[in-house]
């Protein structure tokens, strides 16, 4: 069985950093694609940042890229993203997301990723 619980949100200042983190069980990180996505209540979820499998190739959204990074740890099955410059924007219940078929093009589509988590709620103020 394949869950993914992610951990590390809270609340935090604009301007300060947090670090989610996903820990997997039921699947191999390193063979999948691992993807964050966040939502915000009454909107659509939106894509955060993933990778394919392998971590070679990975896809960042414009609204977040130079300010979060993602990485994996394969021996431990967990995958981070690590939020610096957090702006109040940024709030929104952040989730992890796993499937080996979501492939490259499909990166930053919340449908083509099968598995998730039940997500961590970051909280930025200004």
């Known amino acids: 069985q394949v869950r993914l619980v992610e951990s590390g949100g809270g609340s935090v200042q604009a301007g300060g950093s947090l670090r989610l983190s996903c820990v997997a069980s039921?699947?191999?990180?390193?063979?999948?694609?691992m993807g964050w996505f966040r939502q915000v209540v009454g909107k659509e979820r939106e894509a955060v940042a993933s990778?394919?499998?392998?971590?070679?190739?990975?896809m960042v959204a414009s609204s977040v890229k130079g300010r979060f990074t993602i990485s994996q740890d394969n021996a431990k099955n967990m995958f981070y993203l690590q939020m610096n410059n957090l702006k109040v924007e940024d709030t929104a219940m952040y989730y992890c997301a796993a499937d080996r078929r979501a492939g490259y093009a499909r990166l930053l589509a919340p449908e083509a990723f099968n598995f998730w988590g039940r997500g961590t709620q970051v909280a930025v103020s200004s």
């Open positions: 039921g699947l191999a990180v390193s063979t999948e694609c």
């Open positions: 990778v394919v499998s392998g971590g070679d190739n990975t």
